[in-house]
């Protein structure tokens, strides 16, 4: 991505039980329901002007049920205006199989990603792979970011040859409106070409500003640079902190 190219907007629908919902540093007892229409969301999004929306199936997450009927169906109704990018249980060629025959655009792949990184090379001609590296303290978590993986976020990102992207979460940011960690997205994304989304911490449009406004690879916004390759927003969005509207506004600066 060339300097002044756009930075992504991916705002998140997490699935709960069919309900769209937000979790505090992963924790599934700290849960607060945005909305039991995930469909009417996404509509919402797409209409503001979003290009791509991230879902992700938290149950399948867990192992405890899916909700790809409903993934499916957000699919089908906006395919032809938005790219649909959806994780959680993705842990088989099978599953992404599912997931690409739906009109998914691309899948992200966590702890099967990191159990076994060759699956990515065989899901990806299947269908785009963004491998989701969520961390705390720069290790890499896995099951629902229920369990370290001992496995380093620096080493993890030479793992995957064939990602078209790297999803980063900062575990101890996300759904606290605590800002990003913009000095730690800029050493990750320094270690790869690959395109990398942020995730997680978001709470203003100031951090978008700062998101939007790293380089990576040269000296000066003048010198041949990368950009991140996108921003994932959920809670402030929901919050009200500001719009999607106001959000690709800033990011396309």
């Not at 099978?94 to 099967?112: F, N, P, W």
């Not at 790297?166 to 800002?179: C, E, H, K, P, Q």
């Amino acid at each position: 991505m060339q300097p002044g190219a756009d930075v992504h907007l991916y705002p998140a629908i997490d699935l709960r039980r069919g309900r769209v919902v937000r979790l505090e540093q992963g924790d599934f007892a700290r849960e607060r329901v945005y909305g039991d229409d995930p469909l009417q969301v996404a509509r919402q999004f797409a209409d503001a002007g979003a290009t791509w929306v991230h879902i992700v199936d938290l149950d399948a997450a867990k192992g405890d049920g899916n909700n790809r009927e409903v993934v499916s169906r957000i699919a089908s109704a906006l395919g032809a205006s938005v790219q649909i990018q959806t994780g959680g249980g993705v842990r088989s060629l099978d599953d992404a199989q599912q997931l690409a025959d739906a009109g998914v655009a691309r899948v992200v792949m966590g702890s099967a990603a990191v159990r076994e990184p060759d699956l990515v090379d065989a899901v990806s001609r299947v269908v785009s792979v963004a491998v989701g590296l969520d961390h705390r303290n720069g290790e890499v978590a896995t099951d629902g970011w229920l369990r370290g993986s001992t496995l380093t976020l620096h080493a993890a990102v030479a793992n995957y040859p064939a990602a078209s992207a790297f999803v980063i979460t900062d575990i101890s940011r996300d759904g606290m409106l605590a800002g990003p960690d913009i000095d730690g997205l800029q050493e990750v994304a320094s270690l790869t070409t690959t395109p990398v989304i942020a995730s997680g911490g978001v709470a203003e449009l100031n951090d978008l500003r700062a998101l939007r406004d790293v380089r990576i690879g040269g000296s000066s916004p003048s010198d041949t640079s990368r950009t991140l390759g996108g921003v994932i927003v959920g809670k402030a969005i929901y919050e009200g902190r500001f719009t999607v509207a106001d959000a690709l506004k800033v990011l396309r600066a």
